[in-house]
């Protein structure tokens, strides 16, 4: 499946930052690929209610 393997190039990618970051700049870079809240998650070793509750921080830090 095209999608599975897209995920796991982009969870390589994300591992491969030196840095720490945040929970909520991963979920920023993946929204745009039109994954769910699920995929996300399971990308990032997280779960679907933080990545939703990221989603709702990044919308409100846009609002603001």
Known sequence: ?????LSILIA???????ERVEVKENVAKLTPFGLT???IAEILG???GTVSVAK?????????
């Open 1 to 5: 499946q095209i999608s599975k393997k």
């Open 12 to 18: 390589l990618e994300l591992q491969g930052e030196k």
């Open 37 to 39: 809240d699920s995929e």
């Open 46 to 48: 997280t779960t679907p």
């Open 56 to 64: 709702a921080r990044i919308k409100n830090a846009k609002s603001k």
